[in-house]
């Protein structure tokens, strides 16, 4: 778990570095000095909260998949679990989709 949690940290921060690489490339090093910074982080704003939107509902649809294919979603059914001689707790990460109905119950 903890190797998983440092290797997706070290992809964002290189996603985030060729972002501000190709940020200054085309616009320049310093070019957000002269940006309005209220109109700018307003405009952030609103696309950050437009895509925890999409998120959200992006997985309230899964949610409603798996429901309506029997998965119990019950708080009991996430108990803790050994990854790498750690303790965590939840459900744990899934390589493909097919892989889900083997961890969760199903009801009935």
Do not use: C, W
């Not at 940006?35 to 307003?42: F, G, L, R, S, T």
Request: aromatic share 12%.
């Amino acid at each position: 778990m903890t190797n998983d949690l440092e290797k997706h940290s070290l992809e964002f921060d290189i996603l985030t570095q060729a972002r501000h690489d190709q940020g200054s490339e085309e616009y320049g090093d310093l070019a957000f000095l002269g940006n309005d910074m209220y109109a700018y982080i307003y405009e952030e704003l609103a696309d950050a909260a437009n895509y925890l939107r999409f998120q959200f509902i992006k997985l309230r649809l899964v949610e409603e998949q798996q429901i309506a294919s029997g998965i119990d979603l019950t708080p009991s059914t996430f108990e803790a679990v050994r990854d790498e001689d750690e303790l965590s707790h939840g459900a744990p990460s899934f390589s493909t989709s097919e892989e889900i109905p083997k961890f969760f119950p199903t009801k009935g």
